[in-house]
T-cell receptor, first 112, second 117 residues
Framework: DVKVTQSSRYLVKRTGEKVFLECVQD?????MFWYRQDPGLGLRLIYF???????EKGDIPEGYSVSREKKERFSLILESASTNQTSMYLC???????????FGPGTRLTVT | AQKVTQAQTEISVVEKEDVTLDCVYE???????LFWYKQPPSGELVFLIR??????QNEISGRYSWNFQKSTSSFNFTITASQVVDSAVYFC??????????????FGAGTRLAVHP
């Protein structure tokens, strides 16, 4: 079974703080993804990575950065958290492009 | 541009009813992939099906079935004899294809299904 784990289920941070969200997958997948989920908007891709140290912007990268130093780990960084980044953040991995993505349980981030 | 539309925001049914969730997509690619995911109240998205654009055969898996029609750009999902455990948000998604990138999934806004006893 593919397992994607995220470092926290719930997180509360203050405006301006630097926030790290971590994701780990155990299936040796090449691709990893970060999405945010907001009511009525579905899931929107923030960044993805197709190899170690490689990354590509998704549809809403502004205010975020990512890091992938090891194949199994993909981190999402909010350099200076803002209230409009309050959301559910979902990490996913997939073995190849256009294959199904496997999702972690999500991190509900609240920025106050 | 790629787009996925799930026009039904919420559906409420009584157990044992059949229910169809609609999905309409837009793409200029000839090769693309379509997906359905289920998000139960626990929050974790569960993969249900992947279909490529060259395979228009309908698929059945237990009480679940999918109808893919390229002529109408639709990939609808039917649950037969619904059960309370089917209550969830269901997402339809489209892979970006050549123009958008196969790694990218474009999700619809989701349909919340409530099945009442």
């Amino acid at each position: 079974d593919v397992k994607v784990t995220q470092s926290s289920r719930y997180l509360v941070k203050r405006t301006g703080e630097k926030v790290f969200l971590e994701c780990v997958q155990d299936m040796d997948h090449e691709n990893m993804f970060w999405y945010r989920q907001d009511p009525g908007l579905g899931l929107r891709l923030i960044y993805f990575s197709y190899d170690v140290k490689m990354k590509e912007k998704g549809d809403i990268p502004e205010g975020y950065s990512v890091s992938r130093e090891k194949k199994e780990r993909f981190s999402l960084i909010l350099e200076s958290a803002s209230t409009n980044q309050t959301s559910m953040y979902l990490c996913a991995s997939s073995p190849l492009a256009a294959y199904e993505q496997y999702f972690g349980p999500g991190t509900r981030l609240t920025v106050t | 541009a790629q787009k996925v539309t799930q026009a039904q925001t919420e559906i409420s049914v009584v157990e044992k009813e059949d229910v169809t969730l609609d999905c309409v997509y837009e793409t200029r690619d000839t090769t693309y992939y379509l997906f359905w995911y289920k998000q139960p109240p626990s929050g974790e998205l569960v993969f249900l099906i992947r279909r490529n654009s060259f395979d228009e055969q309908n698929e059945i898996s237990g009480r679940y079935s999918w109808n893919f029609q390229k002529s109408t750009s639709s990939f609808n999902f039917t649950i037969t004899a619904s059960q309370v455990v089917d209550s969830a948000v269901y997402f339809c998604a489209l892979s970006g294809g050549f123009s958008g990138g196969y790694n990218k999934l474009i999700f619809g806004a989701g349909t919340r299904l409530a099945v009442h006893p």
